[in-house]
């Protein structure tokens, strides 16, 4: 389970980020995941709530936002969102698609008390 290795690299930068604003506790922490970035959600979220315990972040609210894969069509510059992770143009057939958002994890956003 890597989500924990991932976990305990953002706490270093939450718990850097704390300090720098001076907070007192860390409130919310929202992510972006990508369809294609390797990480599940639930066991990303599973991982945080073990990891959060007696931190700053002890009282944190995990928000993972889910990033679908979308690609777009090198031939016919068609975008399209792939739920089935076939790289196959549905326009025109073509194999040479790039892709365009879903390989991210993302630390979107940060609320802390100070």
């Known amino acids: 389970m890597h989500e924990l290795s991932i976990?305990?690299?953002?706490?270093?930068i939450l718990e850097e980020k704390a300090e720098e604003a001076k907070a007192k506790k860390i409130v919310l922490v929202k992510l972006q995941?990508?369809?294609?970035s390797g990480v599940i959600p639930e066991f990303l979220n599973t991982a945080f709530d073990i990891y959060k315990k007696e931190t700053i972040a002890s009282e944190a609210k995990l928000v993972i936002?889910?990033?679908?894969?979308?690609?777009?069509?090198q031939k016919c510059q068609t975008e399209m969102i792939k739920d089935d992770y076939v790289f196959i143009c549905s326009k025109c057939g073509s194999t040479e698609l790039e892709t365009i958002s879903g390989t991210e994890l993302l630390l979107e956003k940060l609320e802390m008390e100070v």
């Open 65 to 73: 936002a889910e990033v679908p894969l979308k690609v777009q069509c």
């Open 7 to 12: 976990v305990a690299n953002l706490f270093e």
């Open 33 to 36: 995941v990508g369809a294609l």
